[in-house]
């Protein structure tokens, strides 16, 4: 079957093929009616825009770039899923480039998005970048930038976060109103901004509650089931055993959560447990994992919104840079309602 | 600190700029040793090439595109990886389209790779893809092009799949093995060639053991954990209770195990249960789920492989066209072994 072009259209409505073309472009000379009287006849004729030749024409791609550390973690595949929805509808196309938790790699593959020419670029910034440049670039070549989640605030661009205080805060105080007294935290690096985030979330709640803070009961892991066990295994090792943790993700509260069953003791009725993230796995684990929900897909779509916010008004000052902070939401399942 | 360029390095092993390029571009007319002088140089000095630059002189991107119908499913996440992994090594970088499944994304998934111009597409076929045209138009403008797990044959590329009629029987021994004899399976939808091969596996694994066929203990379901929740429904509702379940893939075992625990069903006891994929949660579920691994991250690697054999040998005679079948790996779990 031949393609459909907008010459078969034109003839179809008894118009130009020039008309067909600025109608399908939403060009504003033509009127709505027509507009849509040839949009219909494209849908009819089940014409597909020349991507290439409309953007060769417009300069523009329509295809938006997205860079996360990596799709097997839930929550990134969920934003991303968000974005795709919202950028569909208007019309735009998504790639994606995994970092693998690399700067390096996120160096390339903000090359190689440059490279295809995106319209734009929604990223989340990889765990061991050390530098900034790259993201600067793209500022710099009036590239639209959104970052969202794991974010600086000095590359200076819009971004749409969670509070990840708030969210370390409403986790911590779940487990104090469950009754729980000496409840450990495992965190994970301290140099990204959202777990040290969490760990005064978590601080300021046992604060709030005049509970001690006890660095005993402070485990630095490294965001993995691994890292959990092992930080798991330590705390019941140590001189106070703790009768609950709060976990700075899901992937670290299944490995915590393997090494209490190991060890013999009963969740939540011993150890209460809590995660942050709510990965895709949490609901389904043995006692089903308790957590804060981080708005994965409104994050997402509230990411593009910020792109197309940006495409139509290019030069924002620098004090006017929206920057969203979604709420997160308590999630409570089994491994920390205590029986009682 | 300004950018390290290849006078930098010409510099510092008192050559010419373009004996630094050539050699940074193995060029056949720079000496091996040459070659290993230039690039230590290089690496010591932090030397990264400008691919852009360097892809104008050599028409060559080195960007790889992938559709997959979406990294959410594990599967393909790890395949993913597969493929960075070697890209990386081979100087790739990897862009990433998902299908949702949807073949009309597809189409558009693969446009907007050829539109990023990119040196080859490795695709997944989606579940409710139609048409081929669209990777027939990747074989006529001669982008390398492999397909993996979910292929066509007609579309004439190398391949890279696993042995899933193989696997599906491997999986249905496992249980006759363990003494079940009633053993259901929820099948997927039967245009999806790896299905209707799992279909075949489990089939001639029962008549190969002497066990009776019945349609009654076969579901045909949709790849989701509500629809393995529904198909096991109704297999416990039916004339015959099934003494074990085969299911297509881990989500739709997922929702099977779901309603057998509901149900009051104790796992392996009264009924066995076996999946197929590996998926990421299958360990971490009540009891462990038994279920066939699909060489994920090797098939990944192979895929890659073959689309550089491709790019050093563009035209293979159609008889030629390699296609690699991997061998499944049984791992079983509790939720088949039954206590005697």
Redesign the interface.
């Known amino acids: 079957m031949a393609r459909v072009t907008i010459h078969d259209i034109a003839k179809k409505v008894n118009t130009t093929a020039s008309t067909v073309s600025k109608a399908l472009n939403d060009h504003p000379s033509i009127s709505t009616a027509t507009k849509e009287l040839i949009k219909e006849a494209a849908q009819n004729l089940n014409y597909?825009q020349n991507?290439?030749a409309s953007?060769l024409r417009s300069g523009r791609?329509n295809?938006i770039?997205i860079v996360i550390p990596?799709?097997?973690i839930?929550f990134f595949?969920?934003v991303?899923?968000g974005i795709?929805k919202v950028a569909?509808n208007h019309g735009y196309?998504?790639?994606?480039?995994?970092s693998?938790i690399l700067g390096e790699?996120e160096?390339?593959?903000i090359?190689?998005?440059l490279?295809?020419?995106v319209d734009g670029i929604i990223a989340s910034i990889a765990k061991d970048t050390t530098t900034l440049d790259h993201y600067l670039e793209v500022k710099k070549r009036k590239v639209p930038l959104v970052l969202f989640d794991r974010t600086k605030d000095e590359i200076g661009v819009p971004s749409v976060v969670i509070d990840d205080y708030k969210g370390a805060y409403m986790a911590t105080e779940h487990l104090i109103e469950q009754g729980y007294t000496r409840i450990a935290h495992i965190s994970g690096a301290q140099h990204v901004k959202i777990f040290n985030d969490r760990l005064r979330g978590y601080v300021d709640a046992l604060r709030a509650h005049n509970l001690t803070v006890d660095d005993d009961l402070i485990q630095y892991g490294k965001n993995s089931i691994e890292s959990g066990r092992a930080c798991m295994q330590a705390l019941l090792e140590g001189a106070k055993k703790p009768d609950a943790v709060f976990a700075v993700e899901d992937f670290t509260a299944?490995g915590a959560q393997?090494i209490i069953k190991k060890s013999g003791y009963r969740i939540p009725e011993e150890i209460g447990l809590i995660g942050f993230g709510n990965e895709?796995?949490s609901p389904?684990?043995?006692p089903g994992l308790s957590t804060i929900d981080q708005q994965a897909a409104q994050m997402g779509e509230e990411a593009f919104k910020m792109f197309l916010h940006q495409v139509k008004n290019p030069t924002i000052a620098t004090e006017l840079i929206p920057k969203l902070v979604l709420d997160p939401v308590l999630i409570i399942r089994e491994s920390s309602v205590r029986k009682s």
Chains 1, 2 share one sequence.
């Open positions: 597909r991507r290439l953007s791609t295809i770039g990596s799709s097997e839930g595949a969920t991303v899923h795709e569909r196309n998504v790639l994606l480039f995994q693998n790699y160096v390339e593959g090359e190689t998005l490279h295809s020419s299944l393997q895709s796995f389904f684990i043995t």
